[in-house]
T-cell receptor, first 116, second 111 residues
Framework: GAVVSQHPSWVICKSGTSVKIECRSL??????MFWYRQFPKQSLMLMAT?????????EQGVEKDKFLINHASLTLSTLTVTSAHPEDSSFYIC????????????FGNGTRLTVT | KQEVTQIPAALSVPEGENLVLNCSFT??????LQWFRQDPGKGLTSLLL?????REQTSGRLNASLDKSSGRSTLYIAASQPGDSATYLC??????????FGTGTSLTVIP
């Protein structure tokens, strides 16, 4: 089955630093990738949608200058949390979808970010 | 905006029981609906995908139904096992393939 590899699985960083999370589709071309965030005991919340080669579309309330998303190829999307603060501590999950668009989403294993 | 609700929030059953998880959504104009399983601290595993034109999908002990007109989907798990213990999420997708997730049902199957 389709595999999405997300790296790192966990990261601890100091307040004010930036963290990059990678999401790779290993055996399919992810024309669209989604980034989600999950706070404890809450549901997954869609942060942004990125299509290969174009700018990401951010959900309302998500700061595009803080959460930089790059989807430069059909197999790689990155999320960079810039100037991280403790309130950015969360579980971030990416997912990818390949043609046709009615296929199941495939998720990475997530990244646990802790900002101290 | 699509809102997805799951009931119950938590469920505990003895091993071997059949159970039903419920998912409701506010906007019936969905493209498809998907059920996922999430183990603690892990990513999501896709269980079943139901297209908007379908009524149900089956995989092993799992059966998912979809009723667009009433805005409901159910996930039926037959003969539950301790390994089924996890959080189950449903997600409704719009035509832009953006998924909106419910808050999940935490299932515990007691040996």
């Amino acid at each position: 089955g389709a595999v999405v590899s997300q790296h790192p699985s966990w990261v601890i960083c100091k307040s004010g630093t930036s963290v990059k999370i990678e999401c790779r589709s290993l055996d399919f071309q992810a024309t669209t990738m989604f980034w989600y965030r999950q706070f404890p005991k809450q549901s997954l919340m869609l942060m942004a949608t990125s299509n290969e080669g174009s700018k990401a579309t951010y959900e309302q309330g998500v700061e595009k200058d803080k959460f930089l998303i790059n989807h430069a190829s059909l197999t790689l999307s990155t999320l960079t949390v810039t100037s991280a603060h403790p309130e950015d501590s969360s579980f971030y999950i990416c997912s990818g979808v390949h043609r046709p668009y009615n296929s199941p989403l495939h998720f990475g294993n997530g990244t646990r970010l802790t900002v101290t | 905006k699509q809102e997805v609700t799951q009931i119950p929030a938590a469920l505990s059953v003895p091993e071997g029981e059949n159970l039903v998880l419920n998912c409701s959504f506010t906007d019936s104009a969905i493209y498809n609906l998907q059920w996922f399983r999430q183990d603690p601290g892990k990513g999501l595993t896709s269980l079943l995908l139901i297209q908007s034109s379908q009524r149900e999908q089956t995989s092993g002990r799992l059966n998912a139904s979809l009723d667009k007109s009433s805005g409901r989907s159910t996930l039926y798990i037959a003969a539950s096992q301790p390994g089924d213990s996890a959080t189950y999420l449903c997600a409704a997708a719009n035509t832009g393939n953006q998924f909106y997730f419910g808050t999940g049902t935490s299932l515990t199957v007691i040996p």
